[in-house]
T-cell receptor, first 118, second 115 residues
Framework: DADVTQTPRNRITKTGKRIMLECSQTKGHDRMYWYRQDPGLGLRLIYYSFDVKDINKGEISDGYSVSRQAQAKFSLSLESAIPNQTALYFC?????????????????FGPGTRLLVL | AQSVTQLDSHVSVSEGTPVLLRCNYSSSYSPSLFWYVQHPNKGLQLLLKYTSAATLVKGINGFEAEFKKSETSFHLTKPSAHMSDAAEYFCVVSDLSSGTYKYIFGTGTRLKVLA
């Protein structure tokens, strides 16, 4: 979805390096998410943010941190990258006001960032 | 707790034959259910969603899914496969069991379409 962009699209880094993945959205949604995808495991939630002042850990937050710089921007950092963090990372957004609970809060995904940690 | 099981990790069909991708869910609340498709080197695209309205849901590209509460299933079907349907498909459940809507993903089904 072109309304959700991620940079970089591909990144190779070395063990121990700090890196940041960025997500921007023009959908005007308050809620943003970071997932990682590993083969055979589906997508797993790392962190989510319901507004600029609200940050929450997901199921696999260890080794990651996030920053919500504005409604439209949500960054994911790996403080000290390790090979186990090699994965495909997705950002997503949702809007709780659209249809409320009946909508199940449909999430809209960015194109992903492929990260390789050597 | 909510969970999703995609019963097949790989499915192969011939072009022009029906597609069936199976998904079972567990939810203590009234769930919303989604199917997403991921083409190679692409992001996730929403195919269709069930949100307590009609149990038979029609999506894009000729796909549809039927919510069956008694069987806790939300299988994805298409009458006739096309080569462009080759992709990975994810079933997702979302409900309020954690106090807010959060997605739980299945592990994915990779669909191969044979010429």
């Amino acid at each position: 979805d072109a309304d959700v962009t991620q940079t970089p699209r591909n990144r190779i880094t070395k063990t121990g390096k700090r890196i940041m993945l960025e997500c921007s959205q023009t959908k005007g949604h308050d809620r943003m998410y970071w997932y990682r995808q590993d083969p055979g495991l589906g997508l797993r939630l790392i962190y989510y943010s319901f507004d600029v002042k609200d940050i929450n850990k997901g199921e696999i937050s260890d080794g990651y941190s996030v920053s919500r710089q504005a409604q439209a921007k949500f960054s994911l950092s790996l403080e000290s990258a390790i090979p186990n963090q090699t994965a495909l990372y997705f950002c997503a957004t949702s809007d709780p006001t659209r249809g409320g609970g009946a909508d199940g809060e449909t999430q809209y995904f960015g194109p992903g960032t492929r990260l390789l940690v050597l | 707790a909510q969970s999703v099981t995609q019963l097949d990790s790989h499915v192969s069909v011939s072009e022009g034959t029906p597609v069936l991708l199976r998904c079972n869910y567990s939810s203590s609340y009234s769930p919303s259910l989604f199917w997403y498709v991921q083409h190679p080197n692409k992001g996730l695209q929403l195919l269709l969603k069930y949100t307590s309205a009609a149990t038979l849901v029609k999506g894009i590209n000729g796909f549809e899914a039927e919510f069956k509460k008694s069987e806790t299933s939300f299988h994805l079907t298409k009458p006739s496969a096309h080569m462009s349907d080759a992709a990975e498909y994810f079933c997702v459940v979302s409900d309020l069991s954690s106090g807010t809507y959060k997605y739980i993903f299945g592990t994915g089904t990779r669909l191969k379409v044979l010429a």
